[in-house]
């Protein structure tokens, strides 16, 4: 009965978790268009918060990084996760492998080992960005290649049939949950972060309907009393939803632990999602040991402890060493062309992230790729309005917000200025000020784009930029964006095309932003 309910209960929040993260999504958007058209309030009169560590100054020049070390970097992030989820696999693999009083041998627990494996998969598609459809595939061929490979390991007494049900009710549920939180936009940038909430919600709706069976069960007259003008269906229903009056402030103080540890960097992006996988992919296993070992059945989240060590691991050994400051990254675009700068945060930004800071000004082209757990639960809070910039004495404000440090695994965090139509520019310059290099992304740019041709002008006369990568296509208005920089320093524009309908390579992109600038 328990398992049966925790069952239930993992399913109905994963799928409201789903539905929340498309509503505060959607609300998300539609909340920063009404606010970056707002007319401008009284000016703060706050006095700006001191910068916190790591700013960006001018008075040092940045650490050169090469292309060959951002690759390099990518790779070691790649291989530290992998070499976790093995040893979490492994450790999975004893513990279930006592449990079931089952062979301990070197056959087992490497066949075993790699099968529980999967959950590196949703964490190198967060790295990589992966479509829809590469991610879905990935899964379902890791659940065929492991069930092939438990057939080979077990005896001739076992069918294939036997093992596929078994994986069925080992993975199938982890995969399916984890399959729908991490398909992409909304639900994979929101859904993750609004799961426990809704944990506990639905645990609270559960409890209610368990109070209720166990009125009726007693005969009480409350029942009898609701029974007189409530049909069965909405009485459960009442106390199933009633419950959240209540649960829904210890849900909120979830939210807001949880926002706070992201903004303290105690937790990063990353490993909330490596450490969630794998929650989900051990309660399978837990569920399945509940009716011998009851309580007993919480060793099987034993592999969890090794997550801090290893983030503690991969912060001394595997995140990138840069000696002295990581450059800054500033990137520009022109708005209402979602896809084009989707796809070129997806493959160039997120590598870049192994290198430098990125900033830029918040727009709702980037909501799914740039919105976090603080975001997210200020957002919710009705807060959001307080993130927007109202004058040019709110800039350093904001500015000292940012997180400059990069997070356990050595990915450095996206960094935005929330500005209203007539403080854009302010931020631009004080953005300017701290950024190194410059991405302008000005594909399907037209002479009508006066907001980038501003940007244009300001990055041709702005002190101590290295180089400016401007992305462009066929249809791209190139000599009205080339007049505008006119009186730029020689070398410091870089113009690239894209050939065709396809996005250039992200090393094609990088290669001039991580060029040593010319003496």
């Known amino acids: 009965m328990a398992s049966g309910k925790i069952f239930f209960l993992l399913i109905v929040a994963t799928l409201l978790a789903l539905l929340g993260a498309w509503v505060v999504a959607r609300s998300y958007r539609a909340s920063m268009k009404r606010l970056m058209k707002m007319p401008l309030a009284a000016p703060s009169t706050a006095t700006a918060p001191e910068i916190v560590p790591g700013y960006p100054s001018r008075a040092t020049a940045p650490a050169p990084v090469t292309l060959a070390e951002n690759r390099d970097a990518h790779f070691r992030l790649l291989a530290a996760f992998l070499a976790l989820t093995l040893v979490i696999a492994l450790t999975r693999t004893l513990i279930t492998q006592v449990i079931a009083d089952g062979p301990i041998t070197l056959k087992t627990v490497a066949t075993l080992g790699a099968a529980y494996a999967w959950p590196v998969l949703p964490v190198i598609a967060v790295i990589g960005r992966w479509s829809r459809p590469r991610f879905v595939g990935a899964m379902l061929a890791w659940f065929v290649l492991a069930v092939l490979l438990l057939s080979w390991r077990t005896n001739e007494n076992v069918s294939f049939a036997m093992v596929f049900k078994w994986m069925l009710f080992d993975t199938g549920l982890p995969l399916i949950v984890v399959t729908a939180l991490c398909l992409g936009g909304a639900s994979r940038a929101v859904g993750p972060w609004l799961a426990p909430l809704f944990i506990v919600l639905s645990g609270s709706s559960q409890l209610g309907v368990d109070l209720l069976a166990a009125m009726v069960e007693d005969y009480s007259p409350i029942v009898r009393w609701l029974a007189s003008w409530l049909n069965a269906t909405l009485a459960i229903v009442l106390f199933a939803l009633l419950p959240w009056l209540i649960a829904w402030w210890p849900a909120r ?22 450490t969630a996988v794998w929650v989900i992919a051990l309660i399978g296993p837990a569920l399945g040991a509940i009716g011998d070992l009851g309580w007993g059945a919480l060793v099987c989240f034993l592999p969890l402890l090794w997550i ?52 830029l000004i918040a ?36 500015l000292a917000e940012f ?44 002479a009508a784009n006066k907001g980038c041709l501003y940007e244009l002008e300001t990055l041709s006369s702005a002190p101590g930029l290295s180089r400016v990568v401007v992305l462009v296509n066929d249809t791209t208005e190139l000599a009205a964006a080339q007049a505008a920089t006119n009186n730029a320093p020689a070398g410091r524009f870089v113009w690239l095309a894209q050939q065709g309908p396809k996005p250039p390579a992200t090393e094609q992109v990088l290669a001039p932003l991580l060029a040593t600038p010319a003496s």
């Open 403 to 446: 997180e400059w440090r990069p997070d356990v695994e050595g990915r450095y965090r996206v960094n935005e200025c929330y500005c209203h139509d007539t403080t854009w520019q302010d931020a631009l310059a004080e953005l300017l000020r701290v950024s190194d290099v410059v991405l302008m992304d000005l594909r399907n740019f037209v």
């Open 253 to 274: 103080a979830l939210g807001r632990w949880l926002a706070q540890a992201y903004r303290q960097r105690q937790v990063s992006e990353l490993f909330y999602l490596f």
């Open 308 to 359: 801090p060590l290893g983030a503690t691991l991969m912060q001394r050994f595997a995140a990138p060493a840069i000696a002295g400051r990581p450059p800054t990254l500033l990137v520009l675009r022109v708005f209402q062309q979602d896809a084009n700068v989707q796809d070129l945060f997806d493959h160039v930004i997120e590598r870049w992230r192994l290198t430098g800071n990125t900033v």
């Open 363 to 398: 727009g709702t082209d980037l909501v799914d790729r740039t919105i976090d757990a603080d975001d997210i639960f200020t957002f919710i809070d009705g807060r959001l309005g307080e993130r927007f910039i109202r004058s040019p004495a709110d800039v350093p404000r904001r």
